[in-house]
Nanobody, 123 residues
């Protein structure tokens, strides 16, 4: 069983930055592909970013490309999401997820989920 704990959310003005962290335990972290998803009120959960086990490949949603960066530190069992140039439409609960098979961009391919961290961007 994998446990995931997100942190780093908060309230930020548009144009600002936040860095989310997700600490994993329960399984060798380097065997897990990781992803970030978000869910805004009244909307379905959507893909944000994903990274392979080694960190060698990354994928981003078009809406965040060029503004968000996913990275990981396998020595610290942690995946990060650096969010720059934040917009009010980025407001959502952000979730990290783990997939022991391969990097994926759809939520149904992830087996493990964190509890989420709220990000609120005001104009």
């Amino acid at each position: 069983q994998v446990q995931l704990v997100e942190s780093g959310g908060g309230l930020v003005q548009a144009g600002g930055s936040l860095r989310l962290s997700c600490a994993a335990s329960g399984r060798t972290f380097s065997t897990l592909s990781m992803g970030w998803f978000r869910q805004a009120p009244g909307k379905e959960r959507e893909f944000v970013a994903a990274i392979t086990r080694s960190g060698g490949r990354k994928a981003y949603a078009d809406s965040v490309k060029g503004r968000f960066t996913i990275s990981r530190d396998n020595a610290k069992n942690t995946v990060y999401l650096q969010m720059n140039s934040l917009k009010p439409e980025d407001t959502a609960v952000y979730y990290c997820a783990a997939n022991p098979i391969a990097m994926a961009v759809t939520d149904n391919e992830y087996d493990y989920w964190g509890q989420g961290t709220q990000v609120t961007v005001f104009a």
